[in-house]
Every structure is written in structure tokens, then in C-alpha cells.
């Protein structure tokens, strides 16, 4: 069973109860409670939460203190200097005051993680690392139970509250650690103490906040920090940054480190693969084990990702052979490559989302795997391509870069949206060339009129972009659903 997020019914014994609570905190509980879950957003909140009141940039949780309740909270942890209007019924009792929530939320986490007996990983990268997380999760859940942290959970609120979240008989816990800037991996993975640190691959993402590639090399590095002893590093041979996050590893008292990838000096290695339209079939060896397997998304990048999860199982001792049939029903997530088949009035239409995010390094490979589909009958193989966010400096060259990739992966048109897309648009050969547009909202109604049945549609850009709206607007156009196509009259934009 896999555990995340607050969905707790079957569990035989509460997540937390006020006494654990107050001896997390140091401060004393004026009545007993139960509780299911931990929240921080009023809107997601189960009944029997803990309502966190947490003080952000633009909200304030403790304004939501009175939602919370309404909502079913249990309890509440605030700040003593908020002034409060909570609703009827609702004491003193129903709140822990605290000096600093953040604080507070940080020690309930680190409750959870001393109380467990299980192992836990921690996963970053510049690419790839939720895909891997959802994975370890899929693998582990067939083993034992798991809990993995939600959605996208990486930040300085999501780590800590992932792991409040992590109940007390949790035999796997995996985290995902995120970054802007360097230093901030290093305070969340000593909140994790990961048994297992995974770096899946570095690149250029967030390159704005960096002097250079180097220097995000070493950010990643942080989470080996958290390795206090006897645990293990997973390193991707592949990269030219390997012999730095091994020393790294080393440096930072790793028991071992383990790589993956494709080169022969992997300990974990992909041996050979082939690419499927719905998957992908792969020959590897685990550190002098082969193993034969099938992975339920395709992409070489998948493969890729495949080798960091079977060398988690690996280090844990745990059975491969569970953990590759349990491969087979890794499917690509939504945003992160999951492909719709649209069916139009004469034929199927081909979508790929790849919205939810875009840096050089995943540009390439969606890139590549587009131009890896197999054609259907004449259709084409579209790319929709948004604007790369906080490439800094570098950002219009890296745009304007993906040209000769375009062209060596037999993608046959591009359409763009966004001003740094409109260099790469620019740059196009005639026959590559679709049509740009400033803005999503320009573009919508001109993209359904011109994908046709037999076309596969790639579409791929920051999260900011809002290129899912793209996507939605295409697999509106399914007649099987009972829609109709999906059209914004908007003036302009399209050049």
C-alpha cells in the first residue's frame, strides 16, 4: 500500500494524538485529541487534520485559522503574538501556540521521521526527480508500506510537511528535495536523514540563479549532507559532474556511492533497450545481476530513470524481481509525458504532455522521444515548444540551440508561444516552421484547426507558460468524450 498525502482510513491507529504532538512541540496540550492528517492549505484540508497556520511571502496561514475548523481541523498550531477570529465553539483548547510555525512544522516532521524503523530516500536533480520518486514509490508499495511525499512536495513547507505526514509503521519513505538556489537542499536533507540520496541527472535548470553548471553540480551535491553514516549515494555515471558527486558523497561521510546510467563503468547499467509506442523493453545489468524488463512509458530518459530505481532496490537488498514487474506499470504522469489518444471523425490524434515543466536538458529528450514515435499513416510529428523560465543570461541561446536537435530528430513542424520561442522560431528552417504566438491564449484556437488525425502533438514549456491549457483544448476535440473542439477567438497573435 502506497501512503501519501493524509489518506488515512485504514490505518489501525491515529497519525498523531495530542500527547506525541505536545512532546514534539514542548508545549503542552490543554485538551486530547486525535488527528489524521497535517495540513497547511485550508482548501485540501481532511476533517481530523492539524491545521498549521504557516506565515508565507504572500499569505498567512493564520487567516485561514477560522476555514480550517469549518473545515473539520482538529486542532490548530499558531503563532502566540496572532490575534485570531475563530469560529463559534472553537476555544483556546483547539489551538497549540507556538513562537514560530515553520519551527513547529519542522519539529512534527522530524518526529515522524525518529519514530520510524523503516528506510528512507531523498531524490533531486535537474530532471526526472518526481518521475523517480512516483517510481520508488510504485516499486517500494509492492514490498511494503510506503509513503511518498504529494505532488510536488520539495520545498521548504513541502519536505517538513511530508514527513509530518509519514505514519509511524511506514517501512518506506520517499521524499522529493527541490532548489532555486544553492543552500537550500542542504537544510531539508538533514530533515530527511535519507538512508538512500539520489541525484538523477544535472542540467541547466534554474541556471539563472548560478554562475554555472558547476555550481548547480554542487547545490545537488547538498543532499548527501543529510547521509550521516553507513548509507549510500546514487550517482549518474552518464554525467560529467559524476567524479564531482562522488567526492561529494565521499566528502560527506556516504558509506558507498552506486551509479547508474549507460556507461560501462556504471554499477548499475542499461545493457540494451528498444522503444514501443506504450513502453519501453530493457536489458540491464544490477551490479552483476541481469535482469530483462518492460517499463509501462516510453523514453530514453525513462530507461534512464528506471536504472536509479532498481539500484535503490539494489542497496536496500530487496527482490528485483518484484521490483521490475512492478516497472511495468510505471506510466508517464501527467504534465511529465502521459499521452492522450484524441479520437477525431477520421482517425486518432497523438498528445503528449509534457506542460507541467521545461529546461534544456528535458526539452531534448521530449524532443528526441517526439521524433521516436512511430508515424501514423501520413501524420506528422508536431512539437508545440513554450518558453524555458530562469535560464538567465543564457536563456536565448538555449532557446535559439534547440534547432539543431529539432532538425537531427526528424520533428517535421514546430509551433512556439512565448518571446525567447520566438528566437527558436526564427531560427527554423521554412519546412520546420508551424506558427508563433505571443501567448497561449493566441494560440489555441489556431493549434486545434491545424492538428489533423494521424499527427502526434508534443507539448512542452514552463510550468508559467500554461501550455496545459494547450493540452486540454486538444484532447477536447474528442468526439468519443462528447466535446466539441475547444476554441478561444482571440485578435491577433499569430505570425
Avoid at 491545521?51 to 496561514?61: H, N, Q, S, T, Y
Avoid at 508563433?436 to 514552463?462: I, N, P, R, W, Y
Wanted: include cysteine.
Amino acid at each position: 500500500m502506497t501512503e501519501s498525502g493524509h489518506d488515512m482510513l485504514q490505518e489501525t491507529r491515529p497519525l498523531w494524538t495530542s500527547k506525541e504532538v505536545s512532546e514534539a512541540l514542548g508545549v503542552p496540550s490543554l485538551t486530547e485529541w486525535q488527528a489524521q492528517g497535517v495540513s497547511i492549505d485550508t482548501r485540501t484540508l481532511s476533517h481530523g487534520d492539524i491545521f498549521v497556520a504557516i506565515r508565507g511571502d504572500r499569505l498567512d496561514g493564520h487567516d485561514y485559522v477560522s476555514n480550517a475548523f469549518e473545515n473539520g481541523a482538529s486542532v490548530a498550531i499558531v503563532a502566540t503574538d496572532a490575534e485570531l477570529n475563530i469560529v463559534a465553539g472553537v476555544d483556546e483548547t483547539h489551538l497549540i501556540r507556538v513562537m514560530d510555525t515553520q519551527n513547529a512544522l519542522e519539529k512534527l516532521g522530524q518526529a515522524a521521521r525518529n519514530r520510524i524503523t523503516g528506510q528512507v530516500v531523498a531524490v533531486t536533480g535537474s530532471v526526472g526527480k518526481t518521475t523517480v520518486k512516483e517510481g520508488l514509490g510504485l516499486v517500494f508499495s509492492q514490498i511494503g508500506k510506503t509513503h511518498i511525499s504529494q505532488a510536488s512536495y520539495n520545498n521548504l513547507w513541502g519536505v517538513p510537511l511530508s514527513l509530518a505526514r509519514m505514519p509511524a509503521d511506514t517501512q518506506f519513505g520517499v521524499f522529493e528535495i527541490g532548489m532555486n538556489h544553492a543552500g537550500e537542499i542542504s537544510s531539508l536533507t538533514r530533515q530527511v536523514r535519507p538512508d538512500i540520496a539520489v541525484i538523477t541527472k544535472i542540467a541547466n535548470a534554474h541556471i539563472e540563479h548560478f554562475d554555472s553548471l558547476e555550481g548547480i553540480a554542487h547545490a545537488k551535491a547538498e543532499i548527501f549532507e543529510g547521509l550521516d553514516g553507513l548509507k549510500t549515494a546514487l550517482v549518474p555515471a552518464d554525467s560529467e559532474w559524476a567524479p564531482l558527486l562522488m567526492q561529494s558523497a565521499k566528502d560527506a561521510g556516504a558509506k558507498r556511492a552506486v551509479s547508474f546510467g549507460e556507461s560501462d563503468a556504471s554499477d548499475v547499467r542499461v545493457i540494451s533497450f528498444k522503444l514501443h509506442d506504450h513502453c519501453s523493453c530493457v536489458s540491464a545489468d544490477i551490479s552483476g545481476q541481469p535482469v530483462t524488463f518492460r517499463i509501462g512509458a516510453t523514453g530514453h530518459h525513462q530507461i534512464v530513470n528506471a536504472m536509479s530505481i532498481l539500484a535503490a532496490v539494489q542497496v536496500f537488498e530487496e527482490d528485483l524481481t518484484s521490483a521490475v514487474l512492478s516497472l511495468g506499470e510505471m506510466k508517464a504522469m501527467d504534465g511529465r509525458g502521459r499521452r492522450h489518444n484524441i479520437s477525431l471523425s477520421d482517425g486518432d490524434l497523438v498528445v503528449i504532455d509534457e506542460s507541467y515543466n521545461a529546461n534544456p536538458e528535458s526539452m531534448v529528450a521530449a524532443l528526441k522521444t517526439l521524433g521516436q514515435f512511430p508515424r501514423l499513416g501520413q501524420g506528422r510529428r508536431i512539437a508545440v515548444l513554450g518558453d524555458m523560465k530562469e535560464l538567465g543570461s543564457q536563456g536565448d541561446e538555449l532557446h535559439k540551440n534547440l534547432v539543431e536537435h529539432i532538425i537531427n530528430t526528424d520533428v517535421d513542424v514546430v509551433f512556439t508561444v512565448g518571446s525567447q520561442m520566438k528566437l527558436l522560431q526564427d531560427a527554423l528552417p521554412g519546412g520546420r516552421r508551424g506558427a508563433h504566438a505571443t501567448s497561449v491564449d493566441d494560440l489555441k484556437s489556431f493549434l486545434t484547426q491545424e492538428v489533423h488525425a494521424g499527427d502526434a502533438v508534443m507539448v512542452k514549456g514552463s510550468n508559467s507558460m500554461r501550455l496545459s491549457e494547450l493540452v486540454k483544448c486538444l484532447i477536447d476535440l474528442d468526439i468519443e468524450e462528447g466535446f466539441g473542439a475547444s476554441t478561444v477567438q482571440n485578435e491577433g497573435g499569430i505570425s
